[in-house]
């Protein structure tokens, strides 16, 4: 059983073990004084000098001395490196790392308090130098505790924490835990993991490595069944009557897990209060649909919920949305020959024909007043040239504010040259192809958000459209100028041009069946609608978004990018705003603050401060049903990506070197502590040297022999 000294320069010590010795020598023997009147009687004698260097105690000498030598021995702190001691420290003080899966599907059963527990027992058997950190993680990953010499910060830590809303993402977890190890001095690392392990949670592209000297356990929570109940899509079917927007909602409801079928009440909620519920009959592993009774929104920012009893996985019983009327894009249409309402058949019988009631046509002759202009955000000239004037002035401005406008060359079409600057191109006169096939469209920009939704196998084919006559159309591309289709002649058929905050289109054919085929063919509907939705600008309002993404509130751009423009016009409306979370917290959306992060399920609402009377401005949030699939992955997979063993074995040798062999020593040290008891017994020997030493005293008093023989 080897002994080591972790500090043995403390051995110098040693040398005040003469320092008993030389009390020893040196000490004089106590005299009795005797009062006497005169020292003319007595005779001078001469001290012997042997008697000081004799030893008159020899017992006392040694205790002296040996306490002297476990002191020096204590603070050289000597420690054993047998076997056992060794197989007890392991490689020596560890980095340990507790990554903890706080995603939603760690509510279901008891999974999320057997984690818990888990994470508890794993910092139970810290040793002295020993290290821990708690890292939790669902899509991002956040460290709770770094570095913490004992298990009671990760304690306290646990006691707050709670499962989140959002999925699993094992990556950005291990990746923190990977920059933890690779930061840390110790001699080596453990990883403790303790989730589910969704399948949906890895990918296996993470990247992550973990540094040589790490070993890897996991706790695997998941494989329980659990029979859960979901709301997993919500169909929001509009028409317009009288006016008013009239929604039918249609609800899915699939259910994973049980044995039986399952009779299950579903509500439909209205700014939180149930107005209607139907019953539906689930069986196991099945799903099944219900019909809502339509119901007509009247109020923008309305809050829809449709809701199921809470089960064993309550975060995906609910489906939020946010209703508002008034949504569809205004289509102002100008044609040849139009009277009142009246209209090209094919254009308004495709724009007429859109799910939820996407598009709203009116139709004149004649270009509308400022005030109703600037409600309209598409202008269509069909067949008709750009007008001039008063009219073409408004209409240009419109346009540069943000307007967006379609022309449809047809026979008629065109501009004058006062508004070249407008328009992509230069229109020329009527072509007729040759070919009795006539032409067809080629090159089309599927990068361009017209054609994007085209892009893909068996999603409309542009090739079977055949074209007989076309305007000619010569475009000069450039930064504000793009030709986004030509026919197979070469020529343009379908120009961009941006024009300050709006878009100028030109189409150089028609759109009905007089001079093409494509109003007869499966694409037209798709195509029109996708043309006139770029032209206006507008996105479509987005009625729920996902938990864990995130809004810059005060970018305009970007609301608007995300179907949020009138959050962005509430926001610009006020400079003083905040917004209200799902679980009560209030953000100030000031200039300090200008993302908001969408951590929670349910409805956030953004209101002046103070204003509690004012209806708000809503969003609506839904946890992702991906991780309602509660499908697990071998762990064993996980870990030999990040370069680990599941059996506790390290990815590789620990680390070596002589500040890691240091460590190791002073860990050992520090685990047995033998200082402790040599200064124990150190302070025993001296209290025993006390008492013996007093005791010895007390008997020289009386008699100069014993004096003489305590030294």
Do not use: C
């Not at 023997?29 to 001078?44: A, G, H, I, T, W």
């Not at 029979?227 to 509009?238: F, G, I, K």
């Not at 009142?340 to 799910?355: D, F, K, V």
């Not at 040599?678 to 014993?706: D, I, Q, V, W």
């Amino acid at each position: 059983m080897p002994l080591w000294l972790l500090v043995p320069a403390f051995l110098a010590g040693l040398a005040a073990i003469v320092i008993p010795i030389v009390i020893h020598l040196r000490r004089r023997p106590r005299s009795k004084v005797v009062p006497f009147p005169s020292l003319m009687f007595l005779e001078k004698v001469p001290i012997k000098s042997e008697q000081k260097r004799r030893i008159h105690n020899w017992f006392l000498l040694s205790l002296r001395a040996l306490a002297l030598a476990l002191l020096a021995f204590a603070f050289a702190r000597p420690f054993f490196t047998d076997a056992s001691s060794l197989a007890a420290t392991g490689s020596g003080p560890t980095e340990r790392v507790i990554l903890l899966d706080r995603s939603w599907s760690m509510a279901a059963g008891d999974r999320w308090e057997r984690g818990v527990e888990a994470a508890r027992e794993a910092v139970a058997s810290l040793g002295p130098l020993d290290r821990a950190s708690l890292v939790v993680f669902d899509q991002g990953a956040e460290t709770v505790v770094r570095g913490a010499p004992d298990a009671q910060p990760v304690r306290a830590a646990l006691d707050t924490l709670a499962t989140g809303a959002r999925a699993t993402a094992m990556g950005p977890g291990l990746k923190l835990v990977e920059t933890i190890l690779q930061d840390s001095d110790l001699a080596a690392g453990e990883v403790v993991i303790v989730s589910d392990f969704q399948a949906n949670g890895w990918t296996g592209d993470e990247g992550v490595a973990f540094p040589d000297g790490t070993t890897v356990r996991t706790v695997e929570l998941g494989g329980d069944e659990v029979d859960n109940r979901a709301v997993t899509q919500v169909a929001l079917n509009r028409e317009r009557v009288e006016s008013r927007d009239r929604i039918s909602p249609a609800a899915r409801i699939v259910r994973t897990g049980g044995n039986a079928e399952a009779e299950v009440e579903v509500r439909l909620e209205l700014d939180g209060r149930v107005v209607q519920t139907r019953p539906v009959t689930l069986p196991a592993e099945g799903a099944a649909g219900v019909a809502f009774d339509p119901v007509t929104v009247a109020r923008r920012h309305t809050l829809l919920t449709v809701a199921l009893a809470a089960d064993d996985l309550p975060q995906d019983d609910t489906w939020n949305v946010v209703l508002s009327p008034g949504r569809a894009t205004q289509v102002h249409l100008l044609s040849r020959g139009s009277r009142g309402t009246a209209g090209p058949l094919y254009l308004r019988n495709a724009l007429e024909i859109s799910e939820e009631q996407a598009f709203q046509v009116t139709a004149s002759d004649g270009v509308p007043g400022p005030g109703t202009l600037s409600e309209r955000h598409v202008v269509l000239l069909n067949d008709r040239s750009f007008p001039g004037g008063a009219e073409g002035a408004r209409l240009a401005e419109w346009v540069r504010a943000g307007g967006g406008l379609i022309l449809v060359a047809g026979e008629r079409g065109g501009w004058p040259a006062d508004a070249t600057d407008l328009f992509p191109g230069t229109l020329g006169g009527v072509v007729d192809r040759e070919d009795a096939r006539g032409e067809r469209l080629v090159g089309l920009d599927y990068d361009h958000p017209v054609f994007e939704v085209f892009r893909g196998a068996r999603q409309g084919d542009f090739a079977s459209a055949r074209f007989y006559r076309a305007r000619s159309f010569q475009v000069e591309e450039g930064d504000s100028v793009r030709v986004l289709a030509r026919f197979d002649d070469g020529s343009a058929a379908l120009a961009e041009r941006r024009v300050g905050e709006g878009r100028v289109l030109v189409w150089s054919s028609t759109l009905d069946a007089f001079w093409t085929d494509l109003a007869l063919k499966p694409v037209f509907l798709p195509f029109v609608h996708q043309l006139v939705r770029y032209a206006s600008g507008r996105n479509p309002a987005v009625e729920a978004f996902t938990t864990g993404q995130v809004l810059d509130v005060t970018d305009a751009g970007a609301m608007e990018s995300a179907g949020l423009g009138e959050v962005a016009e509430a926001l610009a409306s006020s400079e003083e705003r905040v917004a209200l979370t799902p679980t009560g917290e209030t953000v100030d959306l000031d200039e300090g603050r200008h993302f908001l992060s969408l951590d929670h399920a349910g409805f956030y609402q953004i209101r002046p401060p103070g204003q509690d009377g004012i209806r708000p401005v809503a969003i609506a949030v839904n946890v992702d049903r991906r991780e309602a699939e509660l499908a697990v992955r071998d762990a064993r997979e996980i870990v030999a990506a990040v370069g680990g063993a599941v059996d506790g074995t390290p990815t590789g040798s620990a680390a070596q070197g002589p500040e890691a062999e240091r460590l190791r020593q002073e860990d050992l040290e520090r685990r047995q502590s033998l200082w402790r008891y040599l200064l124990l017994g150190a302070l025993a020997l001296l209290l025993l040297e006390t008492l013996l030493s007093n005791r010895l005293g007390r008997g020289t008093g009386t008699g100069g022999g014993h004096a003489r023989a305590t030294g």
